[in-house]
C-alpha cells in the first residue's frame, strides 16, 4: 500500500472514531477537560513519552485543573492550557486561537542553529538555479549543492528530473535540508524517491483504534520506490540541524537507507507523528499527532535521528564567511 492510501485510511479511521465524542459546555472547565479529553484519547505518543520523559497524563490533569476558574479570561485561560500542551514536548501539538497560538519550539530553541543564511549567501552567490522549492548550483570544486528550504512547495518530478540531470557532471551532491521544518511528506518521500535504485523499507506507521493510550492497530510498512525519473547514482551527503522536523525528518531517516548516502551535521528534532485537528468547545482548534511513525527497525524516531557523523558550526568559520558542515561535505565527497 503506498503511504498516500495509508494517510487517508488513517485520516478517515481517526475522523470516524471522533464522531461521537463526549460534550463539554463552553466554560473554562469545559474547554479544559475537553481539551485534556480529546488528547487522552487520541494522541499517540503517551506510552513513549512516559517511559523517556516519565509524562503521566493524569497527574497532568491535576496539576492544571487547580489553576482552571470560570471567572478567568480567555488569555488566561489559554497560557493554562498551553503550559499544559508544552509538558508532551511535541512540536505537532499546537492550540490556535484568534489572538495567538500556543506552540512548544523546545526541541530547537535549546540547541546549537548549525546554519546561517548569511554564510550560505556566499555559497550560492547570485547565480544559483531555482527549480520550484529548490535553489541549486554547481559549487567550484564540482560538487552538487540543492537546498530545499521547505517540503510544503510544490517540488514536481520534472523539477527533479532537471535538477539532478544539471548535476550530472558532478562528483557528488550535498542535499542541505537545514532549517526545513517540514510540510509535505509525499514531497519528502518524492526526493527521496530519487537515490533509491530498488523498493527499500524505510519504516513503519500505525493508527490509533481506541481511546487508550496503548490501543494501537498493526504497523503497516512503508517503502521508497524508485522513480522513473532521474535517479541520483553517486556519493550524497544529506546536512541536518535541530530545525530539521516532521516531514524533514522523515525525509532524513529515509535517506539513510539510501545508498552511497551519508547524514551530516546534528541530530534532527524530531516530529515523527502524524498530525490531526480538533476543535474546542470555545471555538479554538488543537493540533496534535496522532499516528506515530517509526523507523524500518520499529524504533521510535519522534525525538529525532542522529547523522552518521556530527559536525557543528564552528563559530570562527562562520566569521569568515565559511559553512563548516558544507565544507566537510565537500570534503567527503572529494571536493576540496
Known amino acids: 500500500m503506498k503511504l498516500k492510501s495509508i494517510l487517508i ?4 479511521t ?19 477537560e475537553a481539551l485534556w479529553k480529546v488528547l487522552d484519547e487520541h494522541y499517540c505518543f503517551f506510552d ?4 523517556v520523559i516519565g509524562l503521566d497524563w493524569n497527574e497532568i490533569h491535576d496539576k492544571y485543573a487547580v489553576r482552571i476558574s470560570n471567572n478567568m479570561t480567555n488569555a488566561q485561560l489559554f497560557e493554562v492550557l498551553c503550559d499544559m500542551l508544552s509538558e508532551l514536548q511535541d512540536g505537532h501539538v499546537n492550540l490556535y486561537a484568534a489572538h495567538d ?17 548569511d554564510v550560505q549567501k556566499k ?5 544559483y538555479m531555482i527549480a520550484s522549492g529548490i535553489k541549486y548550483k554547481i559549487l567550484d570544486d564540482n560538487i552538487g549543492y540543492i537546498f530545499i528550504e521547505s517540503f510544503s512547495d510544490g517540488i514536481g518530478d520534472g523539477n527533479l528530473s532537471q535538477v539532478l540531470s544539471d548535476l550530472a557532471i558532478c562528483n557528488g551532491v550535498i542535499v542541505d535540508v537545514r532549517d526545513n521544518g517540514g510540510g509535505n511528506i509525499t514531497t519528502s518521500q518524492k526526493v527521496a524517491n530519487r537515490f533509491c535504485n530498488e523498493k527499500k523499507l524505510v519504516g ?18 512503508m517503502y521508497l520506490e524508485p522513480s522513473d525519473g532521474v535517479r541520483w547514482q553517486k556519493k550524497a551527503v544529506v546536512l541536518t540541524n535541530r530545525q530539521c522536523y516532521s516531514a524533514t525528518n522523515s525525509f532524513v531517516n529515509e535517506m539513510r537507507y539510501c545508498p552511497n548516502v551519508t547524514i551530516v551535521g546534528d541530530k ?10 480538533s476543535e474546542l468547545p470555545k471555538g479554538w482548534s488543537i493540533r496534535f499527532s496522532a499516528c506515530p511513525m517509526f523507523d524500518a527497525e520499529k524504533k521510535q524516531i519522534e525525538f529525532g535521528i542522529g547523522p552518521d557523523i556530527y559536525v557543528d ?21 572529494g571536493g576540496k
Not at 15 to 29: G, L, R, T, Y
Open 101 to 117: 497560538v500556543g506552540r512548544n519550539w523546545s526541541w530547537y530553541e535549546n540547541y546549537p542553529a548549525n546554519f546561517s543564511s
Open 14 to 32: 481517526l475522523f470516524f472514531s471522533c464522531v461521537e465524542e463526549e460534550q463539554f459546555d463552553n466554560s473554562a472547565k469545559g474547554n479544559f
Open 48 to 51: 513513549y513519552k512516559k517511559e
Open 123 to 127: 555559497y550560492l552567490g547570485n547565480d
Open 313 to 333: 558550526m564552528r563559530s570562527e568559520d562562520a566569521l569568515r564567511g565559511i559553512d563548516t558542515l558544507i565544507e566537510y561535505a565537500r570534503n567527503l565527497l
Open 9 to 12: 485510511f488513517f485520516v478517515c
Open 204 to 221: 513503519y506507521i500505525c493508527h490509533k483504534t481506541g481511546k487508550g493510550h496503548s490501543d494501537f492497530s498493526e504497523l503497516k510498512p
Open 268 to 277: 534532527t528534532g524530531g516530529g515523527s507523528g502524524l498530525p490531526f485537528s
